[in-house]
């Protein structure tokens, strides 16, 4: 079982940063694929960015450029790094684990392939 808690969120104007972590524990996440998915009021939970059990990065098109995904191995920590926000990235966030190790991406962006789910952390962003 892994354990994920989400920390970080909270209130920044428009155009300020903000980091989310997310502690994990239960196992390694050195060479885990884990997610960052987000959930707007009343919309469906969506994909932002992913690090693959390779180490490899994948974002939104809504998010690319200005956040950050990383992995601190010392902390067994997610990180997600985000800059320039705007209004519309206000939401819940989540991180997300997957025991997978497929060299498929896409499937990194649906949130049926992940096993473990955070609690989540509200972010919001005021204009």
């Known amino acids: 079982q892994v354990q994920l808690v989400e920390s970080g969120g909270g209130l920044v104007q428009a155009g300020g940063s903000l980091k989310l972590s997310c502690a994990a524990s239960g196992r390694t996440i050195s060479s885990t694929t884990m997610g960052w998915f987000r959930q707007a009021p009343g919309k469906e939970r969506t994909f932002i960015a992913v690090?693959?059990?390779?180490?490899?990065?994948y974002y939104s098109d809504s998010v690319k450029g200005r956040f950050t995904i990383s992995r601190d191995s010392a902390k067994n920590t997610l990180n997600l790094q985000m800059g320039s926000l705007k209004p519309e990235d206000t939401a819940d966030y989540f991180c997300?684990?997957?025991?997978?190790?497929?060299?498929?991406?896409?499937?990194?962006?649906?949130?049926?392939?992940?096993?473990?789910w955070g609690q989540g952390t509200q972010v919001t962003v005021s204009s």
């Open positions: 997300a684990a997957s025991e997978g190790r497929s060299y498929y991406t896409s499937i990194y962006y649906d949130t049926k392939t992940y096993d473990y």
């Open positions: 690090i693959t059990w390779r180490g490899s990065t």
